[in-house]
């Protein structure tokens, strides 16, 4: 049987601590030359992927934010899959972080970030075109920020990251499209 595309993550899968191996980017490169198409598929907003990611050129498509944002590095064309949640949830959540980020003392970033939180400016609240990220930390102000609001919106938690996304966005409904 001969596949047609390689649909992969990012963090942990193709990178670690954000770095790509030279092996892994001379595979991809040979995958692309046989023919083939390369999916990229992350939790990470567009802007750090082209900001940060230098193979990401490689790349046919791209699934960023979890599946909210279709990206194709090749004509830079963009298709947002649902609305960002509202201002008023966004700075709600942003107020009740920053009080609970003043306790922690500035702790909140999970270990297996650090690396990348060196050469990155990190944000404890992260706003994409759709997601909004946070750290485990904050996991509990989350929830409750949403249960307050009763808006219509899903958490998944990965690797020490919180997203927050619109129900029925997730990196697989982001592929079918």
């Known amino acids: 049987m001969k596949y047609l595309a390689l649909a992969t993550d990012f ?11 030279e092996s892994t980017s001379k595979s991809l490169e040979l995958w692309r030359e046989s023919g083939r198409k390369l999916i990229l598929i992350t939790g990470r907003p567009l802007d750090n992927l082209i900001d940060h990611v230098s193979i ?8 960023a934010e979890n599946g909210a944002v279709l990206y194709q590095p090749s004509t830079k064309v963009e298709k947002i899959l649902a609305e960002r949640p509202s201002e008023v949830f966004i700075s709600c959540l942003r107020d009740r972080i920053d ?11 999970p270990e297996e970030f650090s690396q990348i939180a060196q050469t990155q400016a990190l944000e404890i609240l992260g ?8 750290w485990e930390a904050y996991l509990e102000i989350t929830q409750k920020t949403i249960q ?12 020490g990251a919180v997203m927050i996304l619109p129900e029925g966005i997730n990196k697989a409904s982001g592929l079918k499209n």
Do not use: C, H, S, Y
């Open 11 to 21: 963090d942990g899968t193709l990178a670690t601590d954000g770095i790509v191996e």
């Open 56 to 63: 990401i050129l490689m790349f046919d498509w791209v699934i």
């Open 99 to 109: 009080q609970k980020q003043q306790q922690l003392q500035n702790q909140g970033i």
């Open 127 to 134: 706003v994409g075109r759709v997601i909004i990220a946070t």
């Open 148 to 159: 307050e609001l009763g808006v219509n919106l899903k958490i998944i938690a990965n690797k």
